[in-house]
């Protein structure tokens, strides 16, 4: 007979299970998918012999979650809970069979298996689903479960890089679920995926000599830290804090970080990235409620976040905070400081109390300087260095350059027992003579001035191999800002290790687009071209008119 307290330690464990199965199915359809089905293999639930893969003739699947998008109509073959036996027919028989994922772009194209499985079938035919993504769930061989996602008529068929975002959120689905199984008294289900979400190794820049990231070591579901390359050699250097525990905050988190890598690459100052991060959690919260912490007694405590912009051109830093984080800077001469950044709420709170916007600051960043970014508070946010920033200076003095070293002392003797995210950062200069800049009059005469002088700064870079392909690009931006601009142009070249940039400003601060020209028209097709020519290009708009940038690799 079963004791009470096993009995209750079995309903916990299959509360997560149902809880790692349903926010996968939110975050596919979240993501990915308009409907979204979650079935366990029903052994998990009882503490039963592990099924691998190749063996799955009789298994039984219980069906977890089943989530759709707002106005979808698909239904779930299976009711939540019920349990059914898979087909030897179906995709998901197949993908269990040899754990590889299936894509059925067009459903009504493969007709080999909705014969054996008319009740599936019929269902997708009412939908209107017309593609089809199944996933097995498992980790080291053993068949842990089964997803399915589901597109309708209106959404285009899924794709091969659809496919790849699905599998590596299956893999943190399953590591989730293996976790939850196996130690369903101990830990935090939603840590393996966490870990796994968050970058393994942060980015090589020309900004930065080094950076290193630390979360805590408990109940840090939702914390994050990103370094994120921008455009002119600029880099961005963020951490975050979602609320809740658990698997919600690990989904929250994937949220919130794929929203601000959206917002990065669209050159967004740090004040109007927390304005639209707000925006767009309020607008999931109403949306899905299931998002929301689900704490009665509790308080939305919202998203803590820092967001600070490096450019080392100019040697100048941007940031913006929601909360409290702290940003704190030991400079190469032994001093620290700490840059008095304006308070307001979290993220997701729907408005601060006192009606305050969000608020970016400017400060000076001499090159060599550590910035330590994180998550919890302190008197360094009032902009005095405080107790934590003259650690900070203690540990860079017995620690050295080494980044990692340092990153040890600062947990172990900065930020003692405080339950945050750190990222450390130590940033660089382009040097003077990696950096060409050149104003232009509003004269068509000047785009001849300006492809003569781009190609004389190639030269003496010894960059001449690109010296083709750049002053064409010069010539069509250049052209465009005469044509469509009313004031002074700047042109600005930038070599940094592995990128030559190439920079148009102007006063117009209309967005600039590709059109698609006939063959008959004689002109609009110079940013087509610029394209073809590049490896990036974009456009960050300023307060006065917008700047054109374009990337070519360096051969190394």
Not at 98 to 120: E, K, N, V
């Amino acid at each position: 007979m079963t004791s009470p307290r096993a009995a209750l330690e079995a309903t916990i464990a299959s509360k997560r299970l149902f809880r790692v199965a349903q926010s996968l199915a939110l975050t596919a359809v979240l993501t990915l998918a308009d409907a979204s089905s979650v079935d366990v293999v029903e052994s998990l639930f009882d503490d039963s012999a592990r099924t691998s893969g190749q063996v799955v003739r009789g298994i039984r699947l219980r069906s977890a979650a089943y989530l759709r998008a707002r106005g979808g109509e698909v239904r779930h073959t299976y009711a939540a809970d019920e349990v059914s036996s898979v087909l030897p027919a179906p995709p998901s028989w197949q993908g269990l069979a040899d754990l590889r994922p299936r894509l059925i772009r067009r459903l009504d194209q493969d007709s080999r298996w909705p014969a054996r499985d008319t009740t599936r079938a019929w269902l997708l035919r009412e939908a209107g689903a017309h593609s089809l993504v199944v996933l097995p769930l498992a980790v080291g061989g053993v068949v842990l479960g089964v997803v399915g996602l589901y597109r309708r008529a209106d959404s285009a068929p899924f794709e091969e890089d659809d496919l790849r975002e699905a599998g590596r959120l299956a893999d943190h689905a399953a590591l989730c679920l293996d976790t939850v199984s196996r130690h369903p008294k101990e830990g935090d289900p939603a840590r393996p995926a966490q870990r796994s979400l968050l970058p393994e190794e942060l980015p090589t820049l020309s900004a930065l000599e080094a950076a290193e990231g630390h979360l805590p070591a408990e109940d840090c579901a939702g914390q994050w830290f990103d370094v994120l390359p921008l455009s002119s050699a600029r880099v961005a250097l963020v951490v975050g804090a979602a609320e809740g525990r658990g698997v919600h905050a690990a989904v929250r988190m994937t949220q919130l970080r794929a929203a601000i890598t959206a917002l990065a690459a669209l050159d967004v100052s740090p004040d109007r990235l927390l304005a639209h991060l707000d925006d767009v959690l309020i607008r999931l919260a109403r949306q899905h409620p299931a998002l929301r912490s689900r704490s009665r007694n509790q308080e939305q405590t919202g998203t803590n976040c820092l967001y600070v912009v490096y450019d080392p051109v100019t040697g100048h830093g941007t940031a913006a905070r929601a909360g409290s984080p702290s940003l704190v800077i030991a400079h190469p001469d032994g001093t620290t400081s700490a840059p008095r950044l304006a308070t307001r709420s979290p993220v997701g709170t729907d408005g601060d109390a006192n009606g305050r916007p969000f608020e970016s600051t400017g400060f000076d960043i001499p090159a060599g300087s550590t910035l330590l970014l994180y998550s919890g508070s302190s008197d360094a946010s009032q902009g005095a260095p405080g107790p934590a920033a003259e650690r900070l200076r203690g540990a860079l003095t017995r620690t050295g350059p080494d980044l990692a070293r340092v990153l040890e002392h600062v947990t172990r003797d900065v930020l003692p027992g405080r339950e945050s995210v750190l990222l450390l950062a130590r940033t660089r200069r382009l040097e003077v003579q990696d950096v060409a800049t050149r104003t232009l009059p509003q004269d068509p005469a000047a785009v001849a001035v300006a492809r003569a002088w781009a190609s004389r700064q190639l030269t003496t870079w010894t960059l001449d191999e690109l010296a083709d392909t750049t002053t064409l690009v010069v010539s069509e931006l250049v052209t465009n800002a005469i044509r469509y601009s009313d004031g002074p142009i700047e042109l600005r070249l930038i070599r940094d290790d592995r990128t030559l940039i190439c920079e148009v400003t102007d006063t117009n601060g209309a967005g600039a687009h590709r059109l698609e020209p006939q063959v008959s028209d004689e002109g609009g097709r110079g940013l087509s071209i610029v394209a073809q020519l590049t490896q990036r290009q974009g456009t960050r708009y300023t307060i006065s008119g917008k700047t054109i940038w374009t990337e070519q690799c360096i051969a190394s």
